[in-house]
């Protein structure tokens, strides 16, 4: 484990874990890398951001938020809240999204600096929201791209609320939206209700590096979008990638986030040298998120050892400022003819390993249920219960108990529910990829 990061910012850490024997001829290598920051500014309400942060709030506007009108009016609520949870100094602004995006505060492609009068007059705005139209999220995203790339911030954000589904415009111009704005701002993306389409929802979330939730009922988004943008005011480091250099012969199979969420990164990479990639974690502030690389390195006899994998954590130039390491780990492998040695698995892979497991097998239960598919649904829904069980994931079980009897959670025996209410179905759907820490060995 290595520390590069200046006293001023947040210190990162790297910590690898793994099994690093092989048997002869053995090939993956797994491991668990456990990324910190600690030591920065967390998010008090009312420290100065000495304009560090932008921040666009993205409210759906269309005929369906006024069904009930508790929607509407639960989102002018939420919406005022997270401006007063603003710091001073971030800039930000409101935007209405219907079939159209629309400028609500401070208009003009302006962002507005946040103090007490810009909070004020934000809030006053919001009084003007209605509810009309049509529901297009790629013009919400383009708008927000506009404005937060007028900003000089480091730390640029979105929060985005919907509560339908995405009917006019084509799906292939949201998922150009959101490959064009990939890497220039984060977004948190929630839907209220349950008329919205979870794969939408948490689509934008997954390809912006943010968070995805339901709200089932819009009395909590008061709550949510102030915990929403507390989390986003505590960010202090933007553009943070963990970058792989791998050895001649070594090929990475796959690299993914498994905690606190899991999000596969593979395909997210971006080649810095013959040997080495960068693959997005978006912005940090003090916290503690884990991935899962597996590589792939040339067989090899017994005794021999190699570098699998360098692990650099790394922010890229800005400002003038050169790249700057922040931590760095090493990926080994030893191969041995040690038996006992060669097949033990890491404990901290073992258990990410089974949480991405269950986050696929619910995501599997539920398409197969919707599907028909009585069997599957029950065979995979009962793996996902036996999966949380034997990691202590009490959330994730508290939910699939809302969709299946449980009649033996070790052997992940169940039986689906006759009728599962459209709430409980799209919260178990939409929070499938949390996932619960490793317990300590």
């Not at 000495?50 to 639960?74: L, N, Q, T, W």
């Not at 990939?182 to 997954?206: H, L, N, P, Q, Y």
């Not at 619910?362 to 829904?381: C, F, N, P, S």
């Amino acid at each position: 484990m290595a520390n590069f990061a200046k006293p001023s910012a947040p210190r990162f850490s790297v910590d690898v874990y793994q099994n690093e024997f092989l048997p002869e001829g053995g090939r993956d290598v797994h491991a668990i890398v456990t990324v910190t920051a600690t030591g920065g500014g967390s998010f008090t309400r009312g420290t100065p951001a000495d304009g560090a942060a932008a921040v666009v709030i993205m409210v759906d506007c269309s005929g369906s938020m006024e069904y009930p009108p508790e929607k509407m009016r639960g989102a002018r609520e939420a919406t005022a809240a997270a401006i007063d949870t603003l710091r001073d100094g971030t800039a930000f602004a409101v935007v209405a999204g219907t079939h159209v995006a629309r400028e609500v505060y401070p208009g003009q492609g302006r962002l507005a600096v946040a103090d007490p009068a810009t909070r004020a007059q934000a809030k006053e705005a919001l009084r003007g929201l209605g509810a009309g139209g049509g529901t297009a999220i790629g013009t919400w995203l383009r708008l927000a791209d506009g404005l937060l790339r007028g900003s000089t911030a480091a730390i640029r954000h979105g929060i985005l609320l919907t509560d339908g589904r995405n009917e006019h415009e084509e799906p292939a111009v949201l998922r150009a939206t959101l490959d064009a704005c990939a890497g220039r701002f984060t977004c948190d993306a929630r839907g209220v209700g349950t008329d919205w389409e979870v794969k939408e929802v948490t689509g934008i979330a997954s390809a912006l590096l943010g968070s995805a939730d339901i709200v089932a009922d819009p009395a909590h988004l008061t709550e949510d979008f102030t915990l929403m943008m507390e989390k986003a005011m505590g960010k202090e480091v933007a553009d943070v990638s963990l970058r792989l250099w791998t050895p001649v012969g070594v090929e990475i199979q796959y690299v993914k986030q498994v905690a606190p969420t899991v999000q596969d990164l593979t395909a997210r990479r971006t080649d810095t040298s013959p040997r080495a990639g960068d693959y997005p974690t978006g912005s940090w502030g003090d916290e503690s998120r884990e991935y899962h690389v597996c590589v792939r390195v040339p067989g090899a006899a017994v005794g021999q050892e190699m570098l699998a994998s360098r692990v650099t954590l790394v922010r890229p130039a800005a400002g003038g400022e050169p790249e700057t390491v922040l931590a760095q780990g090493l990926v080994r492998a030893v191969w041995t003819n040690d038996l006992a040695a060669s097949t033990a698995i890491n404990p901290q892979v073992a258990h990410y390993t089974g949480q991405a497991e269950l986050a696929q097998a619910i995501q599997q239960g539920l398409e197969a249920r919707k599907m028909g598919d009585v069997d599957g649904a029950t065979a995979k829904l009962g793996r996902a219960v036996q999966l949380a069980s034997a990691s202590g994931n009490a959330d994730t079980a508290r939910l699939l108990s809302k969709v299946v009897d449980v009649v033996d959670a070790v052997a992940g025996t169940v039986r689906l529910k006759a009728k599962v209410a459209d709430a409980d179905e799209m919260t178990l759907e939409t929070r499938s990829t949390q996932t619960v820490r490793v317990k300590k060995f």
